[in-house]
């Protein structure tokens, strides 16, 4: 295992670093969390240099980049700007990873292209109302009709919902005993009359954020079925490892980015006639920042290459997706003490990496149930 880039992706750094740096400077991240918009120019420009392209074959349009590589751009991207990066991670995740692994050749040639050039947009939906972490006991429904699926039921905090063209939804197909079981996926255009999206008001996540999902009588092609009938829960939990190497990526962008902030302040802040970086309290809340994000670094690379050698386990990654969750929450909150009133202050940016990062321990499975992951692989 090498923890150096190669040359090629010291170059890949490099030019996502100079784009996003064009494009998604931290105004422009305030101003979107702000006007509660998404950072739309941002994702288009990244669209147009092939970035929505990173992990999809060059066969489909994209550049067949390693998990590594996928890693790397989301922590730069999330480094810029959190909701950017989670935009990203849900083209890259459902619209790409998802189909690649689960599809068929036919939603492969009808929707990776589209993800990996930007012109689709995708969103996931596994929670509902009554079912979050115990998400198997989920209980919308799709009945089959002749050549049609007909859905029924809510999904709740199916987050970029709005702005997505495809939602991958898991559902109910059959009653099989085991609530894991006669559950399927299918990838849903978000068009499709019947289907109602309501936002939903959160502490953050301001510039895409998340939304209530109301099917009603949708009528969904079986070409929608995304890996086999009633085996979609294997989907789901595939998915979620994708995903929680994304989200972990993209968190440590955005933690180095509160960092950053905050030393910088630190070293220019003066009280009782000294920076206060120059206290020493102030520089052990640095010291301890620094070590959670190379570790979170490290753990993240070492997952990636896990992945790459097809040695992933559950638990692994239900230990990065814990750790680098609870460290984001950390850092934002000694950040925003070592601002001061600055940091509380609406008018600076780092309440917003505050309010954001709440999520992260909660979002894609809480911090609860990731220990609970671990502790059931320890023979307890
Ligand atoms: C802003 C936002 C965006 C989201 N985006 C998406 C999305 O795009 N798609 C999607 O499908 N979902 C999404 N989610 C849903 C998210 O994954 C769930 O909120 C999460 O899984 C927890 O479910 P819950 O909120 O129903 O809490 P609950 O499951 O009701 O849990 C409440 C509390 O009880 C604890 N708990 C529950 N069971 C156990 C247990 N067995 N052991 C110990 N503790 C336990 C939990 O850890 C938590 O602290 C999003 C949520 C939010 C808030």
Same mark, same amino acid.
């Given at each position: 295992?090498?923890?150096?880039?190669?040359?090629?992706?010291?170059? *890949?750094?490099?030019?996502?670093?100079?784009?996003?740096?064009?494009?998604?400077?931290?105004?422009?991240?305030?101003?979107?969390?702000?006007?509660?918009?998404?950072?739309?120019?941002?994702?288009?420009?990244?669209? +147009?240099?092939?970035?929505?392209?990173?992990?999809?074959?060059?066969?489909?349009?994209?550049?067949?980049?390693?998990?590594?590589?996928?890693?790397?751009?989301?922590?730069?991207?999330?480094?810029?700007?959190?909701?950017? /990066?989670?935009?990203?991670?849900? =083209?890259?995740?459902?619209?790409?990873?998802?189909?690649?692994?689960?599809?068929?050749?036919?939603?492969?040639?009808?929707?990776?292209?589209?993800?990996?050039?930007? &012109?689709? =947009?995708?969103?996931?939906?596994?929670?509902?109302?009554?079912? /979050?972490?115990? %998400?198997?006991?989920?209980?919308?429904?799709?009945?089959?009709?002749?050549?049609?699926?007909?859905?029924?039921?809510?999904?709740?905090?199916?987050?970029?919902?709005?702005?997505?063209?495809?939602?991958?939804?898991?559902?109910?197909?059959?009653?099989?005993? &085991?609530?894991?079981?006669?559950?399927?996926?299918? *990838?849903? #255009?978000?068009?499709?009359?019947?289907?109602?999206?309501?936002?939903?008001?959160?502490?953050?996540?301001?510039?895409?954020?998340?939304?209530?999902?109301?099917?009603?009588?949708?009528?969904?092609?079986?070409?929608?079925?995304?890996?086999?009938?009633?085996? !979609?829960?294997?989907?789901?939990?595939?998915?979620?490892?994708?995903?929680?190497?994304?989200?972990?990526?993209?968190?440590?962008?955005?933690?180095?980015? %509160?960092?950053?902030?905050?030393? #910088?302040?630190?070293?220019?802040?003066?009280?009782? !006639?000294?920076?206060?970086? $120059?206290?020493?309290?102030?520089?052990?809340?640095?010291?301890?920042?620094?070590?959670?994000?190379?570790?979170?670094?490290?753990?993240?690379?070492?997952?990636?290459?896990?992945?790459?050698?097809?040695?992933?386990?559950?638990?692994?990654?239900?230990?990065?997706?814990?750790?680098?969750?609870?460290?984001?929450?950390?850092?934002?909150?000694?950040?925003?003490?070592?601002?001061?009133?600055?940091?509380?202050?609406?008018?600076?940016?780092? +309440?917003?990496?505050?309010?954001?990062?709440?999520?992260?321990?909660?979002?894609? !499975?809480? =911090?609860?149930?990731?220990?609970?992951?671990?502790? $059931?692989?320890?023979?307890?």
């Amino acid at each position: 295992m090498n923890f150096g880039n190669t040359s090629d992706q010291e170059l *890949m750094l490099q030019s996502v670093r100079s784009l996003l740096d064009d494009v998604c400077s931290m105004n422009y991240a305030t101003k979107c969390d702000n006007d509660r918009t998404p950072p739309r120019e941002a994702f288009n420009a990244m669209a +147009q240099n092939g970035w929505l392209g990173l992990i999809a074959p060059e066969s489909f349009g994209g550049s067949g980049g390693s998990p590594t590589d996928l890693a790397l751009v989301l922590e730069e991207t999330g480094h810029h700007f959190e909701e950017l /990066g989670l935009w990203l991670f849900r =083209s890259f995740t459902y619209g790409c990873y998802a189909i690649l692994q689960h599809g068929t050749e036919e939603q492969k040639q009808r929707i990776v292209p589209g993800a990996a050039n930007g &012109k689709l =947009s995708f969103a996931f939906a596994l929670s509902e109302p009554d079912s /979050g972490s115990d %998400a198997a006991s989920l209980r919308t429904r799709a009945v089959i009709d002749g050549d049609y699926f007909i859905v029924n039921g809510r999904k709740q905090w199916t987050s970029g919902m709005d702005i997505a063209d495809y939602v991958l939804v898991a559902l109910r197909t059959n009653d099989l005993g &085991k609530k894991q079981l006669g559950i399927s996926t299918l *990838m849903i #255009d978000t068009k499709l009359p019947g289907i109602e999206v309501r936002k939903i008001a959160t502490l953050g996540q301001h510039a895409i954020g998340t939304t209530e999902v109301t099917f009603t009588d949708v009528r969904v092609p079986r070409t929608a079925l995304l890996g086999q009938l009633d085996h !979609g829960w294997a989907v789901c939990e595939d998915t979620l490892r994708y995903e929680r190497l994304c989200l972990s990526a993209v968190r440590i962008g955005a933690a180095r980015q %509160a960092f950053e902030y905050a030393l #910088d302040y630190a070293k220019t802040r003066q009280q009782f !006639g000294k920076p206060i970086g $120059s206290f020493q309290v102030t520089q052990h809340k640095f010291a301890d920042m620094k070590v959670m994000l190379d570790t979170s670094f490290t753990m993240v690379r070492r997952y990636a290459w896990l992945m790459e050698n097809g040695k992933a386990e559950r638990a692994d990654t239900a230990v990065i997706k814990y750790y680098i969750a609870e460290s984001y929450k950390t850092i934002s909150d000694m950040c925003l003490q070592i601002l001061g009133g600055y940091g509380y202050s609406m008018e600076y940016p780092m +309440q917003r990496f505050f309010r954001d990062s709440r999520l992260a321990t909660i979002g894609g !499975g809480t =911090s609860e149930i990731q220990k609970n992951i671990i502790a $059931s692989t320890l023979g307890l």
